[in-house]
């Protein structure tokens, strides 16, 4: 005769103490990485100098027709662009420029701005129209 009842079903138990090695672990990682007050070193920096201060922000240049130009705040010539660029980037820690084109604007005018901004030490552009 065919014996069709129920088995012994063996019961699943987990085994706990691989979890309990692993939050033990964790313990002790955040024990030894805890940051507590008064255990870093105190270092008195000097102040830098005044003329240090870094810009983070992008430089803005806007063409106003082909021969002028604003760069920040302040109105250039295309004979002076070049050098107040250069004064402007070198301030920045991003060495980014935002170049302003109006609709009338030249691709030769704008390509002039562009390469005058990369050889004065920028380094990302981006255009605005």
Same mark, same amino acid.
Do not use: C, W
């Given at each position: ?34 940051? %507590?007050s008064?255990?870093? *070193? ?9 003329? #240090? &201060?870094?810009? !983070?922000?992008? /430089? ?28 402007? %980037?070198?301030?920045?820690? *991003?060495k ?8 009338? #604007? &030249?691709?030769? !005018?704008?390509? /002039? ?15 605005v129209?």
């Open positions: 005769m065919l014996n069709i009842g129920k088995e012994k079903q063996k019961r699943f138990k987990p085994d706990l103490a691989p979890l309990i090695d692993v939050v033990f672990l964790l313990l002790i990682f955040y024990m030894l990485t805890f940051a %507590i008064g255990q870093g *070193l105190e270092v008195k920096l000097p102040p830098g100098p005044a003329s #240090a &201060k870094q810009i !983070d922000e992008p /430089l803005s240049i806007k063409m106003l027709s082909s021969s002028k130009y604003l760069v920040g705040d302040r109105r250039a010539e295309l004979t002076e662009l070049e050098a107040l660029l250069k004064a402007e %980037i070198d301030k920045r820690t *991003l980014a420029v935002v170049i302003h084109v109006n609709e009338k #604007a &030249k691709y030769k !005018d704008f390509a /002039l701005v562009m390469d005058l901004a990369r050889l004065a030490g920028a380094k990302n552009f981006s255009l129209m």
